[in-house]
């Protein structure tokens, strides 16, 4: 009786670590469109976040008053 409980246990946290692990791929493969519609302007918000995730950086190039120290 134990034996049977340790192998659904077993079986129950496999299929759930499973089931974690496919979220991402099924996720990404159920869109057609991308998550942010480059379209259209970028939220207050996502500017805001720009900089610290690199996401919607709005970024021209280097600084040109910038010199790196030798």
């Known amino acids: 009786m134990p034996q049977l409980r340790n192998v659904l246990l077993a079986t129950g946290l496999g299929a759930f670590?499973?089931?974690g692990l496919a979220f991402p791929f099924i996720l990404a493969l159920s869109?057609?469109?991308?998550?942010?519609?480059?379209?259209?302007?970028?939220?207050?918000?996502?500017?805001?976040?720009?900089?610290?995730?690199?996401t919607g950086s709005r970024d021209i190039g280097p600084d040109p008053g910038h010199r790196v120290p030798k």
């Open 17 to 19: 670590a499973a089931a």
């Open 31 to 54: 869109r057609n469109n991308p998550v942010i519609d480059p379209s259209k302007p970028l939220s207050p918000q996502a500017t805001f976040r720009g900089p610290y995730i690199n």
